[in-house]
């Protein structure tokens, strides 16, 4: 019975491998050829291998396209080729409807560049307290400095 059940799955193991690599046990893994190679000798093998070896001459048929040449030149005559640019002034050329505003662009740009500075710059600054306004104004009037104290000194001419 033991023997019985070995050659079964043995045989289902030779079905799985000719649905895998196909009929022709040259195509199959050597691994599987050693197992199964006393195998091939058989009836029932040779039932399995010959239903495979329909379905592969079918496959084989089928993969096989059949085109006319007329096809081909449909296709090829139906394809233009891409039109290159015959020089730098053709390029540019192309470029010419988004060129006209590019002089807006850059006006507004380095104004939003300029309104950025100047809030930076703005916000850097520390505010001036009224004595340090008053010298400002002072220092202009050459009336009055700064002692050693921080202290307004009026020049009394």
């Known amino acids: 019975m033991a023997v019985m059940r070995?050659?079964?799955d043995r045989l289902?193991?030779?079905?799985?491998?000719a649905e895998a690599y196909g009929a022709d046990p040259a195509r199959w893994?050597?691994?599987?050829?050693e197992e199964l190679g006393d195998l091939l000798d058989t009836d029932e093998a040779a039932g399995i291998l010959a239903e495979e070896e329909f379905l592969d001459g079918f496959l084989n048929a089928a993969s096989a396209p059949?085109?006319?040449e007329d096809l081909t030149n449909r296709i090829m005559a139906g394809y233009e080729a891409p039109k290159t640019p015959a020089g730098v002034f053709d390029f540019l050329r192309t470029?010419?409807?988004?060129?006209?505003?590019?002089?807006?662009?850059?006006l507004a740009g380095f104004g939003a560049l300029g309104l950025a500075t100047g809030i930076m710059s703005a916000s850097a600054q520390?505010?001036?307290t009224p004595e340090y306004e008053?010298?400002?104004?002072?220092?202009d009037l050459s009336v009055?400095?700064?002692n050693e104290d921080g202290e307004l000194e009026w020049d009394a001419e």
């Open 12 to 17: 289902e193991t030779l079905r799985r491998a």
């Open 126 to 128: 520390e505010p001036l």
């Open 6 to 8: 070995k050659s079964t």
């Open 66 to 68: 059949r085109m006319s």
């Open 134 to 139: 008053a010298l400002a104004y002072v220092n």
């Open 144 to 146: 009055a400095t700064l």
């Open 29 to 33: 893994p050597a691994s599987s050829r």
């Open 95 to 106: 470029l010419a409807p988004g060129m006209r505003l590019l002089p807006a662009g850059a």
